[in-house]
């Protein structure tokens, strides 16, 4: 089945730990996002890669960092640096175009993150 | 950045009612989307509408990109139609700008 996912669900950290949070899509999409959500929130972007290798930060990156190393994969690194990193986390794609078109974004299931 | 607000942020139904949730935004799109949360957290798609009117089942939206503003319609609603429905944009980066939800319950 073609997809996204997402691991693990839930993730227990302890402060001062960095943790690594997954996302894979075998839709063949080139853009790949990253989003938070606090609860009783809307998602805000933390990172987005519309192609290999190159990735661009969102309104709240820092704390976070990223790689692109291949299309089918990026993961999320939640750093020491992130003040308060407990939340949802979730992981879209979606195809890219030229020009200043936009294509629909589909997520994957997101992993919860506590840190204590 | 473009901003984008939804109403009603709650709203509570009778099953069997209808409802009509409101997406404003403040700049011209290049895409909209409609989401529904489940209480597991996953997203669900419902529609992409940057303009005009879609229909899916008992769930219809339209979107006045002149006017920027987006509507969802909900028709005979249903206990499974409990959740956070969200609607985001696409303006100038390539990625979505979400409202803060409408959190929808329906009682039976």
């Not at chain 1, 990253?34 to 969102?58: A, E, T």
């Amino acid at each position: 089945d073609g997809g996204i996912t997402q691991s693990p669900k839930y993730l227990f950290r302890k402060e001062g730990q960095n943790v690594t949070l997954s996302c894979e899509q075998n839709l063949n999409h080139d853009a790949m996002y990253w989003y938070r959500q606090d609860p009783g929130q809307g998602l805000r972007l933390i990172y987005y890669s519309q192609i290999v290798n190159d990735f661009q930060k969102g309104d709240i990156a820092e704390g976070y960092s990223v790689s692109r190393e291949k299309k089918e994969s990026f993961p999320l690194t939640v750093t020491s640096a992130q003040k308060n990193p407990t939340a949802f986390y979730l992981c879209a794609s979606s195809m890219t175009g030229g020009g200043t078109g936009s294509y629909e974004q589909y997520f994957g299931p997101g992993t919860r993150l506590t840190v204590t | 950045g473009i901003q984008v607000e939804q109403s009603p942020p709650d709203l509570i139904l009778q099953e069997g009612a209808n409802s009509t949730l409101r997406c404003n935004f403040s700049d011209s799109v290049n895409n909209l989307q409609w989401f529904h949360q489940n209480p597991w957290g996953q997203l669900i798609n419902l529609f992409y509408i940057p303009s005009g009117t879609k229909q899916n089942g008992r769930l219809s939206a339209t979107t006045v990109a002149t006017e920027r503003y987006s509507l969802l319609y909900i028709s005979s609603s249903q206990t499974t139609d409990s959740g956070v429905y969200f609607c985001a944009v696409v303006a100038g980066r390539r990625a979505l700008t979400f409202g803060s939800g409408t959190r929808l319950q329906v009682q039976p």
